[in-house]
């Protein structure tokens, strides 16, 4: 049981690890956006538009295994 808890207490430090990068890069990614739109609006409104089609995808395809359960 202590084993247990300790996997998980050691899990949720990495996670937390984790969440503190990603929050570091998404601010990247938006800073790149910005800059990306101020030098072609047309080129990143299109790239952005592909973006969303494709996330959107992942969400179905994601949906579907959650509905495997």
């Given at each position: 049981?202590?084993?247990k808890n300790n996997k998980i207490k050691n899990g949720?430090?990495?996670?937390?690890?984790?969440q503190k990068i990603?929050?570091?890069n998404n601010?990247?990614?938006m800073d790149l956006l910005r800059l990306s739109?101020?030098?072609?609006?047309?080129?990143t409104?299109?790239?952005?538009?592909?973006?969303?089609s494709d996330?959107?995808?992942i969400s179905?395809?994601?949906?579907?295994i959650y509905r495997l359960k």
């Open positions: 049981m202590r084993s949720l430090k990495l996670i937390n690890r984790i990603r929050s570091r601010k990247n990614w739109l101020k030098l072609d609006f047309k080129s409104s299109k790239i952005l538009k592909d973006i969303v996330d959107k995808k179905d395809l994601a949906k579907k």
